[in-house]
């Protein structure tokens, strides 16, 4: 698109469905290099991808031909089957519906990248649901508590 410029840095969280504890250290940093391509196919620009045994973080620079619901639904789709094709989990594995979309400048993006890389410490003394929250109250999305990932304790 000629005349257009754009720097629109996206992070998007989603969860495991039933939070269960699934992505386990055997194939986790795999599934997130395979996320990481799923991106560049999808022409964005990955900025940093991770999580945890329950959730993932993508950031990454959004190309402004494609809309966030786009991204997170291929990221989302294509996963899974990736999983399930190579059987890493007992059953059939799938996402919960929805995701968490944020959006930051330029100058929060090292921030971002390594708030994201150290996912696995970070949770060491925080829930996923406490992150989930606090990233909502930080961007002030009111929501409604039954559209809320499934959270077990």
Sequence with gaps: MANT???LNVHIVFAVKGRANILTSNFRNTLFEYITGILK???QYPLSVNGYKDHVHCFFELNPNSSVADIAGKVKANSSKWINKNKFVLGHFEWQRG???F???K???NTVINYIKNQEQH???KSFKEEYFELLKKFEIEFENKYIFEFYE
């Design 5 to 7: 410029y754009t720097q």
């Design 41 to 43: 196919n999808l022409e």
């Design 107 to 109: 100058s929060q993006r």
């Design 123 to 125: 949770h060491s003394t």
């Design 99 to 101: 995701y968490g979309g």
């Design 103 to 105: 959006t930051y400048s």
